[in-house]
């Protein structure tokens, strides 16, 4: 079992930013396919970043068009902590963010090539941002 716990939402206006962290604790692995997913009212629940990390530490990230520019994803293996930094913040970003652990997404291409879809093993509960214009 995984447990996954975010921090670091809050209440914004627009333009500027914040650092969403995701402590990871349990059955951890440095090679999971680890993932930030929003969702907004009335909408799915949809992929905004990715990452995977190999064996030798070479490290992999993917995004969505929304935000490719704006955020980063990255990780802290040695403490088990996922970050996703959002800069420009913008009032569509408003969601509640979930850091989840995908680990039927084997090795990069897996990773690489369905890291969007929702279908994590591990989720956390969320932390809310909500973006005014």
């Known amino acids: 079992q995984v447990q996954l716990r975010e921090s670091g939402g809050g209440s914004v206006q627009a333009g500027l930013s914040l650092r969403l962290s995701c402590a990871a604790s349990g059955a951890t692995y440095n090679s999971d396919c680890m993932v930030w997913f929003r969702q907004a009212p009335g909408k799915e629940r949809e992929g905004v970043a990715g990452?995977?990390?190999?064996?030798?530490?070479?490290?992999?990230?993917y995004y969505a068009d929304s935000v490719k520019g704006r955020f980063t994803i990255s990780q802290d293996s040695a403490k088990n902590i996922l970050y996703l930094r959002m800069n420009s913040l913008r009032p569509e970003d408003t969601a509640m963010y979930y850091c989840a652990a995908s680990r039927w997404l084997l090795g990069p291409s897996g990773c690489g090539g369905s890291w969007h879809q929702p279908r994590a093993n591990y989720w956390g509960r969320g932390t809310q941002v909500t973006v005014s214009s």
């Open positions: 990452i995977y990390t190999g064996v030798a530490g070479s490290t992999r990230t």
